[in-house]
């Protein structure tokens, strides 16, 4: 069984302020973990997805995660936030076993960008 | 951008009546999914599909089935809608590294 929480349903910033957006994880076996955006009226695109290799992983629009095993992490951050990033943001992890590969999506988080 | 589509994009019925909603794709993707996407409950599964004729239920399947005859059709179906089947409904692609491609959405009212 896997879970996601996403800390914070609304997370408010300025303009140029740093993003953080907070997500952890629970899985019983090794996860494959994504984000993924979705602008008003429109579905879901990713951001930025961690398989294998290096655990800070670069996605699109200048926004990075970084996969902590230790503390079952894999928060979505950018340095500095723009108007356009307002937006709702999806955390999800898929298990890298079992089969079905079954996505388990996080509640989201809306991210308000102040000017 | 991946080549799915939904139709269709606005439906409005009415209590009772059988609903069909359409998911294509043009990417011969073996994995298919139906979501629906409410405030506060971020996305759910209602149904998956693996293959041709093969399908199984997600974490909210009561009063929803699926058919799939098709490798690129995958279709949704209200028995019998009712006001708490109002929502958006995604369906979405996976690729082989598990990255899922979304349609734009079917915002559904039951009236």
């Known amino acids: 069984a896997q879970s996601v929480t996403q800390l914070g349903s609304h997370v408010s910033v300025s303009e140029g302020a740093l993003v953080l957006l907070r997500c952890n994880y629970s899985?019983?076996?090794?996860?494959?973990l994504f984000w993924y955006v979705q602008y008003p009226n429109q579905g879901l695109q990713l951001l930025l997805k961690?398989?294998?290799?290096?655990?800070l992983v670069k996605g699109i629009n200048g926004f990075e995660a970084e996969f902590k095993k230790s503390e079952t992490s894999f928060h979505l951050t950018k340095p500095s936030a723009h108007m356009s990033d307002a937006a709702e943001y999806f955390c999800?992890?898929?298990?890298?076993?079992?089969?079905?590969?079954?996505?388990?999506f996080g509640r989201g988080t809306s991210l308000i960008v102040h000017p | 951008d991946a080549g799915i589509t939904q139709s269709p994009r606005h439906k409005v019925t009415e209590t009772g009546t059988p609903v069909t909603l359409r998911c294509h794709q043009t990417e011969n993707h073996r994995y298919m999914y139906w979501y629906r996407q409410d405030p506060g409950h971020g996305l759910r599964l209602i149904h998956y599909s693996y293959g041709v004729k093969d399908t199984d239920k997600g974490e909210v399947s009561d009063g929803y089935s699926v058919s799939r005859s098709k490798t690129e059709d995958f279709l949704l179906t209200l028995e019998s809608a009712t006001s708490s089947q109002t929502s958006v409904y995604f369906c979405a692609i996976r690729d082989s590294s598990y990255e899922q491609y979304f349609g734009p959405g079917t915002r559904l009212t039951v009236t």
């Open positions: 899985s019983s076996v090794p996860p494959y």
């Open positions: 999800a992890v898929t298990p890298d076993s079992g089969g079905s590969y079954i996505p388990t």
């Open positions: 961690y398989t294998t290799g290096a655990t």
